[in-house]
């Protein structure tokens, strides 16, 4: 868990939108270090290039500390923590000669999307939401004590459609009942929508009971492994889902810390897996995991409609402050 505290911190997202605009990008800035054949870029660098004015180092952590922005890196580790939201980088932070290295991709595929979405390269003009409840039919996905994935994911997503709606998007159903859908069907209607982005939902699964908590996924940039289990095939091709790194990764920050936020469950973290909804997709994408179903505690929660209807609300505001942050 991190060592620090945020103050007063309604969310990661708002806090990060203002603290960029501080932050000034010059071209020259960035002094490059070759690892191993790796690029990275030391911890000195961000914190200059970022205008942080205090980087500390406590044991293998290094904290960059900003009146609206704390970041926590720890060498020899792929997790990251800012503003107390748990990321999970491509490579792990490298020391160096007493200080600290991050690669050049995770800091143009994490680090700078994240920190100041409104300097993303032509993002997606939206009004439409695609919302994708996973499963359905002949596929109940995960078994829960009290119900099945796929009535969960349904119900939260037509929650999250009314939501959606109530704050003046349009809504783009994958499915509105309990049907099977093929996971390329999927993928041909979010594409289908031209001014949209995509969100599937999802409930989780485990063999370990205690394993609870919510998961955000993004897709790995090209040239890097998934940081979950499956899904590890492909990584040095470039994908339809890749033209969108800086938005998946700003969309599924926004979710997971409004979500976390709002509903206080344990942070699994932003994660990147090559699920086959987020490969060919050509609008900005993400899968939300909203708990487990295989532990008593949450699948209770699950199970509750207030529950779902919290998680529903929480995730149209993220939407709301993606589109801003974003600047569309
Ligand atoms: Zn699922």
Not at 31 to 53: H, L, P
Not at 224 to 233: E, K, L, M, Q
């Amino acid at each position: 868990m991190p060592c620090f505290s945020v103050r007063s911190s309604r969310w990661l997202f708002s806090l990060l939108f203002s603290f960029l605009l501080a932050a000034s990008a010059q071209a020259g800035d960035w002094q490059i270090v070759t690892k191993s054949g790796r690029e990275y870029v030391s911890a000195q660098n961000v914190a200059k290039f970022y205008k942080i004015e205090k980087l500390s180092k406590s044991g293998n952590d290094f904290i960059f500390q900003h009146p609206s922005l704390i970041m926590k890196w720890t060498t020899g580790s792929q997790k990251m923590y800012v503003n107390n939201i748990l990321f999970n980088l491509s490579f792990s932070i490298e020391p160096h000669g007493g200080g600290a290295l991050i690669s050049t991709v995770d800091l143009a595929k994490l680090i700078d999307p994240v920190v100041r979405p409104s300097f993303i390269k032509k993002p997606i003009i939206f009004d439409t939401v695609v919302v994708d409840p996973g499963h359905g039919g002949h596929d109940p996905g995960a078994t829960g004590k009290h119900g099945v994935e796929k009535d969960y994911n349904l119900d939260l997503s037509l929650r999250l459609k009314a939501a959606l709606q109530a704050r003046g998007f349009k809504v783009v159903m994958t499915r509105s009942d309990d049907r099977f859908l093929e996971l390329g069907h999927r993928v041909a209607i979010a594409n289908a929508q031209k001014r949209s982005i995509f969100i599937s939902i999802h409930h989780n699964s485990t063999k370990a009971r205690s394993a609870k908590g919510v998961e955000t996924f993004a897709l790995p940039p090209q040239g890097t492994a998934a940081t979950h289990g499956s899904s590890r095939s492909g990584w040095s091709t470039a994908l339809s889902g890749n033209t969108r790194d800086a938005e998946n990764i700003a969309l599924a920050t926004a979710v997971h810390s409004h979500v976390i936020n709002d509903l206080k469950p344990v942070d699994r973290g932003i994660k990147r897996a090559r699920f086959n909804v987020l490969t060919g997709i050509t609008k900005p994408a993400i899968l939300y995991e909203g708990g487990f179903l295989t532990n008593a505690s949450e699948a209770a929660l699950i199970h509750d409609a207030a529950y779902r209807q919290r998680a529903a609300e929480s995730i149209a505001n993220a939407v709301v402050k993606f589109k801003s942050a974003v600047g569309r």
